[in-house]
């Protein structure tokens, strides 16, 4: 089987070319989880199958690196629309991409060397009722609310871009206190998995810098800490300006590099704009029964 490893900001998937790779839908889990090790496969947050759309262009088909299938990737979906283009697949740099039934507009700006450097993608408008992300409230909205995770009680704030986010902002008194320090693999599991998030959910820790700049680590559902998370970048500036801390338009500062994103609320959309880049092509010889 072929395939492309790319990544937005680190955030690193492998993508295989579903217009010529079939693989049986059972077989899919088992060959994500493999694939995405980092030790005995090739490496990777997950997985995503680049298949012909049915009410867009292109269908990203993303799983996690536990093998479970998810909603959305916002950095996924920007490396989508660099492979389409680069490997001949469109020669529109306005395109459409579904995922989970979600169609996304996307336009894509070529770099010198006339392959796609960066993507802005319309991430349509944040989900905020708490049924509809979904997280356990008595409230219809979770905005700066108390949850106790692991002995400690947190302010969260709780949005979905197609998928759910839980965005906690770090308030800390501690002189020159720096995020890289925070224990997220200790703290992160305990988020995903708490009973308030029927369907678990993507953790976003946050420190605010200034009304257009912020810090932000993730621990992503199924995967654990990624490098970024472009869903997670939208929530978090969604978040922000619930919570009047920054202004519409921010980059997210993340340990994988920068994505900017901006909550149109007049229209009432988020668009997220960042880089896409090819790693390497490879094949590899799938396991008996794949």
């Not at 020159?176 to 998030?197: Q, Y």
């Not at 820790?205 to 800490?225: C, L, Y």
């Not at 988020?270 to 790693?279: D, I, K, L, Q, S």
């Amino acid at each position: 089987m072929k395939f492309t490893k790319m990544h937005g900001c680190g955030n690193d998937y492998i993508y295989v070319n579903g217009f010529v790779e079939q693989i049986a839908a059972k077989c899919k889990p088992e060959l994500v989880r493999w694939l995405s090790d980092r030790h005995f496969g090739i490496g990777g947050d997950g997985v995503i199958f680049i298949n012909p759309g049915k009410s867009a262009n292109f269908e990203m088909e993303m799983y996690n690196a536990d093998g479970t299938r998810a909603q959305m990737c916002g950095n996924g979906i920007r490396c989508v629309a660099k492979y389409v283009y680069d490997y001949g697949l469109t020669n529109q740099t306005n395109i459409t991409i579904e995922s989970f039934g979600q169609v996304k507009y996307l336009t894509l700006v070529l770099g010198e060397d006339g392959k796609v450097s960066t993507v802005r993608v319309n991430m349509g408008a944040p989900i905020l009722a708490a049924s509809q992300i979904p997280v356990v409230s008595k409230n219809e909205q979770v905005v700066d609310e108390d949850i106790t995770v692991d002995g400690k009680t947190f302010k969260m704030t709780c949005v979905s871009m197609g998928n759910p986010h839980a965005v906690v902002f770090l308030q800390c008194a501690v002189q020159n206190f720096d995020i890289k320090n925070f224990d997220i693999e200790k703290i992160g599991p305990h988020f995903e998995n708490h009973p308030r998030f029927p369907e678990r959910t993507n953790t976003e820790f946050v420190q605010v810098i200034d009304k257009n700049n912020v810090h932000m680590r993730v621990w992503e559902r199924g995967t654990g800490e990624t490098l970024a998370c472009g869903t997670g970048c939208c929530a978090t500036v969604v978040a922000c300006v619930l919570n009047g801390l920054t202004d519409t338009k921010v980059t997210v500062k993340v340990l994988g590099g920068e994505i900017l994103c901006e909550w149109d609320r007049t229209e009432n959309i988020v668009y997220m704009t960042g880089p896409a880049e090819t790693v390497f092509d490879g094949e590899i010889k799938l396991q008996e029964g794949m």
